[in-house]
Nanobody
């Protein structure tokens, strides 16, 4: 299984970014998927998840700002990041939704939000 996250970068506070996660080596449509992030000196935390059928859940810190979506035919899950804040700065990863043994974590994609 490979999960390749991309789309990170440097953005000013209030700006937007769209992260993508391309999956291979798995029956993507069968899995609930999630986005996670890890800031320097902190543990990795869950950000958002989407079920195989499209139901979504969000951490309180991003609710209303970071909609998650997926396209099973494209084997891709996205995280649209709006109204970014400096505290959103982190390496972002995609993987299976919480509560399920994760696949190997990939490199992630770095998001840096300047104030």
């Amino acid at each position: 299984v490979q999960l390749q996250a991309s789309g990170g970068g440097l953005v000013q506070a209030g700006g937007s970014l769209r992260l993508s996660c391309a999956a291979s080596g798995m029956v993507f449509s069968a899995y609930d998927m999630g986005w996670y992030r890890q800031s320097p000196g902190k543990q990795r935390e869950w950000v958002a998840s989407i079920s195989h059928s499209g139901d979504t859940n969000y951490a309180d810190s991003v609710k209303g700002r970071f909609p998650i979506s997926r396209d099973n035919a494209k084997r891709t899950v996205w995280l649209q990041m709006n109204s970014l804040k400096p505290e959103d700065t982190a390496v972002y990863y995609c993987n299976r939704a919480p509560g399920i043994l994760p696949f190997n974590w990939g490199q992630g994609t770095l998001v840096t939000v300047s104030s």
